[in-house]
């Protein structure tokens, strides 16, 4: 496996990882919100690609007014789920902040489906909202202390 930063000809393949991940993760109407943040909103994004091809994606954006970085958009095709390949993303993405910010805290706001997985890479709920994302998908609000 190898994690790469995100190219704009990654698009579809990032694209039809998410949608294989509707209804089980993510609402049909996401999909659409993340095409727009691929375009208009990314700011570190990186794609997981072995030798099947593209198998995971998962993006970092910075609150600097607020100095915290933000775990976004994550998945991994559901074939290759269970693997451990959304833990190695995530570490990445994780050292990636350590390694060229100085935040000292990172949030993810995920939903019903992943919090388990962040709480197992350390993140602790913070809150947790009915609906927020499309219905029947509720935000759990989560954060992490950035160990230097």
């Known amino acids: 496996m190898e994690i790469l930063p995100y190219l704009p000809e990654h698009k579809q393949a990032v694209l039809d990882i998410f949608q294989a991940n509707v209804p089980e993760h993510f609402a049909q109407e996401e999909i659409d919100q993340l095409a727009i943040y691929l375009d208009k909103s990314r700011e570190d994004f990186f794609v997981l690609q072995g030798d099947e091809g593209f198998v995971g994606a998962g993006g970092i954006n910075y609150n600097k007014e607020d ?3 933000v775990l976004s958009w994550a998945a991994v095709h559901p074939v290759h789920q269970r693997k451990g390949y959304g833990s190695l993303l995530t570490r990445h993405r ?3 902040i350590v390694d060229h910010t100085s935040f000292p805290k990172t ?4 939903s019903q489906t992943a919090y388990q997985f962040y709480q197992k890479m350390g993140f602790e709920l913070q809150y947790t909202k009915e609906d927020f994302w499309a219905k029947g998908f509720d935000l759990y609000y989560m954060t992490r202390e950035m160990n230097r």
């Open 67 to 69: 100095n915290y970085a």
């Open 94 to 96: 994780l050292k990636h």
């Open 107 to 110: 949030i993810v706001r995920t």
